[in-house]
Each structure stands twice: as C-alpha cells, then as structure tokens.
C-alpha cells in the first residue's frame, strides 16, 4: 500500500520538473541552455493584465482585438504596430486615462 501511495504522490509532484524540461528541451527558443533557460523566464509581449482598460491604467501597451471586455492569448497579435485607441480613451479633467466602452 505504501508503495501505492508513493506512486501517487510521485505522479503528481515530477509533471512540473516534467514540463519544465519538456519546455528547455522543445518549446523554448535559443541555441543555448542559457539563452533557453532566460527565454523561459522572460514574460511575453502580452504578458499583464488582459483588460486594456487595466493595461491604460498600469502603463502596459493596449492589446488589439478587445472584444466584449475579452482577450485570448491564441489570436494572432503583433504589438509592434498597436492599433490606435483614441475614439474610446480620453483624459478626464484631472488628466487620468479614460476608458470608455459601450454598453
């Protein structure tokens, strides 16, 4: 039965050590240990709050394809040509960001 146990616990506890060499080995970018190593450590360009009305508000780049207050990681997105926003941000008098949706 101990052994039983063991196995459990063990099943449950090597998938992340598991999914971190799987990710070194395939998924991660670079010619290197090292450059595969900081690949998988560094936040991708969407990384942070998944809302641009929170991304206005914490300094992040806003994110194209917004839609119904949603974002999915899977669509296609290029932040280097980011899409322009003014029709629905604007500052208030105090000079805060303003976002404004339809409802």
Known sequence: MEFLGWC????????IPGYMVYFLLVKAKGNGIVERLAFSVTPGEDWGPAL????LEAGYPLLPHIESGTWSPLQNVSLSNPPDYSD?????GNGAVVFETST
């Open 88 to 92: 629905i941000i604007s500052k208030d």
């Open 8 to 15: 459990m616990v063990l099943s449950a506890v090597l998938v």
């Open 52 to 55: 641009n009305k929170h991304r």
